[in-house]
């Protein structure tokens, strides 16, 4: 070996041992790998930048460990995403968008090349893969499912999926070829599908067409956040945007779930938080709903700060539940309903519209009901405080609430059963509070919104948020400001509160409207303080 030869093989040697060296220092340091996904990547890629990024999220999904991040580019990905790992305390796998970026991942495909079944139904033979529902056009034609090809014949933009044949029978919107047509099939049933995995967060992805946008199996402390998700619809237990079941320390925040079978759909989970999330226009399964199948009541559940609107009958459903909170949520057109639940209250909610107030129902003991604003515009059994049992009133408190039914017809209250004339029904808050001893305290009157239905921010002379961003001083101060019940928690609201939480779902936030002046006998305050807050325009 020349002398120039042995240079370039120590060499060589020399880059190889330092390339080891470095793989074992990474191994070694416990420190994760990172991976980056990308529509013009390639999966025979290392995933470990950009420049080498895959293709599909899966790859990523099959590879990445705990307290590894997997983020993604801007496009669409038609896949199921299945991660393979759990993370652990202090440690979870990440699955993220890239910020700024819009990331859809969608778990529908495109069918084409159907036959003429007869008159107007369409064929197509399939995957042995269960088709959930179709769509014409992209999203211009969601089809409803029929169970046989009679009724797909009868009526345009169905579609029946015969799963013995495998074969998928459609009848357009206008009854002409399919193949005219943009025909897209859901086949999957989650988007994210995280099943048995632990310390798994999900964020900022948009989930669509499938049965569930994200779903956690029996997956412990894993976090879906800042998420859309819509267009899902329904397959055995999957009834939301986003589902869950069976797991521990969930937390579902800042996401918006729309136009899905429902919202956010929670089964069998305990100690969970629902926070934050826009869940609207959801059908058959409403916002959001919280429950169990089993006998056994789930604990420690809080559904907070949500705003739920224009969903089919149901905003917040809690079944079966122990222990459990429901507070400062904003509803539309929605109401809030326990049913089979205990020893749980509801507090600070603002409820407008036509889908009812408060129902307590179905069994449910001990309930706490307070600080809340219920004003339904629509009358004849769209209560705006129900109990609807004899097992229900049980040890029941219902105190310091403005409930202000507006609409047209009978029966604002109801205590004891739901349907009259066999159950005690009134009229007004007088009625209810002679005959049930309950809501001493509370109010019958208009909140004076900044906006009815679409701004709850309570009108103050002193100053109201508005537009979240400026403090505007009206010519008249809401009723329900320093409403609540004393005993409860106020300062986080703005300071010279009143030292008295406001009702409705800014109460005790820094949103709630401003008091002007303490009231409670031995406040102290500095005139300097209370002169700055007036003439201010906050």
Known sequence: MTKHAMVRFHARNLVFIAAISLLLAFVYSGQAADYYVKPDGTDTNTGLSWENAFKTIQKAAGIVTAGGTVTVAAGTYQEQVTPV?????????????????????????????????????????????????????????????????????ATAATFYYDAAGDILYIHTKNG??????????????????????????IEGFTCKHASSGIYFYLSDNCVASNNICCYNDWDAYLYGGISAYGGTNLTLANNTCYKNRGG?????????????????????????????????????????????????????VMDKQRSCLVSHNRLRNNRITFRYTHSSSIANNTIYGTGGGIYISL?????????????????????????????????????????????????????GKENPPSTPVMNSLSDWQGQTGQDGNSISTNALFVADGTDFHLKSQYGTLVDGTNWVKFTTNSPCIDAGDPACAFANEPPLNGECINQGAYGNTAEASLSGLPVKPGSVFLLSQSRNRRNASP
């Not at 002409?176 to 967060?201: C, E, L, Q």
């Open 264 to 316: 956010i759909y929670v089964r069998s989970c305990a100690d969970s938080r629902i926070t934050g999330n826009n869940c609207y226009s959801n059908y058959s399964y409403g916002g959001i709903q919280m429950w169990t199948s089993s006998g056994a009541a789930l604990a420690n559940n809080i559904v907070s700060e949500n705003v739920c609107y224009d969903n089919s009958t149901y905003g917040i």
């Open 363 to 415: 069994q449910s003991s001990n309930a706490v009901v307070r600080n809340n604003i219920s004003w339904t515009t629509r009358g004849y059994l769209l209560y705006a405080m129900a109990v609807t049992d004899e097992a229900s009133k049980t040890n029941i408190v219902v105190d310091y609430n403005d409930f202000y039914p507006t609409g047209a017809g009978t029966y604002s209250f109801t205590w």
């Open 176 to 201: 002409d070829s399919p193949d005219g047509h943009a025909i897209k099939a859901t086949r999957k049933n989650s988007v994210f599908y995280v099943n048995g995995k632990d310390y798994v967060k």
């Open 85 to 153: 790992n759990a993370g652990s305390a202090g440690s979870p796998i990440t699955y993220r968008a890239k910020e700024g970026d819009t990331v859809v991942v969608s778990g529908w495909e495109t069918v084409t090349n159907f036959v003429l079944h007869g008159g107007v139904t369409w064929k197509k033979t399939t995957e042995t893969v269960t088709i959930n529902n179709v769509w014409e056009d992209n999203e211009y034609c969601d089809y409803v499912q029929k169970y046989n090809t009679n009724d797909v014949q």
